[in-house]
T-cell receptor, first 115, second 115 residues
Framework: DAKTTQPPSMDCAEGRAANLPCNHSTISGNEYVYWYRQIHSQGPQYIIHGLKNNETNEMASLIITEDRKSSTLILPHATLRDTAVYYCIVRVGSLSSSNTGKLIFGQGTTLQVKP | EPEVTQTPSHQVTQMGQEVILRCVPISNHLYFYWYRQILGQKVEFLVSFYNNEISEKSEIFDDQFSVERPDGSNFTLKIRSTKLEDSAMYFC?????????????FGPGTRLTVT
């Protein structure tokens, strides 16, 4: 699975958009980009995923660059409850004996939403 | 909304004792996982399980660990003889399918403290 690089921490003002970057320059064609978050030692929570098109759901938007080497998670109107560690994960698409769906978490970005 | 549940929320045990951590995955899910997170560290994959057998395990998942789906609803992680370094949050996760387009749903975790 491709390695990802995220800034260790970011701040965002409440009500403003939070833009969390992720670099995945070694991503291959069949790898998806996933975003999860973990709020204060709770279980990680799925946010969104994408392959090459931009995606939006009720929680966030995912913008993937045309070369797919980086992506940005956008929380359009951050609230205090969005304070969490955000993980960008790239996962191989094809099934194999070494790809059983496991998620490999990095250190993530700690997002602090401030009033 | 269906969710993954885990019991107990907190388990304290003495070194050398056996512990069983329990999880009830989402009912129509077929793929099950255990992860752990030592305090202050990243979430680490332990094992994946499908069709009543382990499909992949990490280096952490040594002979002291075992998993079981005893009755079609519960999914358990057993640590045979706990060590101090087993103290961590243990998260169970499940997913409907294995392909990358399906997210994993995590439980709230069991905090294991080994004294």
């Amino acid at each position: 699975d491709a390695k990802t690089t995220q800034p260790p921490s970011m701040d965002c003002a409440e009500g403003r958009a939070a833009n969390l970057p992720c670099n995945h320059s070694t991503i291959s064609g069949n790898e998806y980009v996933y975003w999860y978050r973990q709020i204060h030692s709770q279980g990680p929570q799925y946010i969104i995923h994408g392959l090459k098109n931009n995606e939006t759901n009720e929680m966030a938007s995912l913008i993937i660059t045309e070369d797919r080497k980086s992506s940005t998670l956008i929380l359009p109107h951050a609230t205090l409850r969005d304070t969490a560690v955000y993980y960008c994960i790239v996962r191989v698409g094809s099934l194999s004996s070494s790809n059983t769906g496991k998620l490999i978490f990095g250190q993530g970005t700690t997002l602090q939403v401030k009033p | 909304e269906p969710e993954v549940t885990q019991t107990p929320s907190h388990q304290v045990t003495q070194m050398g004792q056996e512990v069983i951590l329990r999880c009830v995955p989402i009912s129509n899910h077929l793929y099950f996982y255990w992860y752990r997170q030592i305090l202050g560290q990243k979430v680490e994959f332990l094992v994946s399980f499908y069709n009543n057998e382990i499909s992949e395990k990490s280096e952490i998942f040594d002979d002291q660990f075992s998993v079981e789906r005893p009755d079609g609803s519960n999914f358990t992680l057993k640590i045979r003889s706990t060590k101090l370094e087993d103290s961590a949050m243990y998260f169970c996760a499940s997913s409907e399918r294995q392909v990358q387009s399906y997210e994993q749903y995590f439980g709230p975790g069991t905090r294991l403290t080994v004294t």
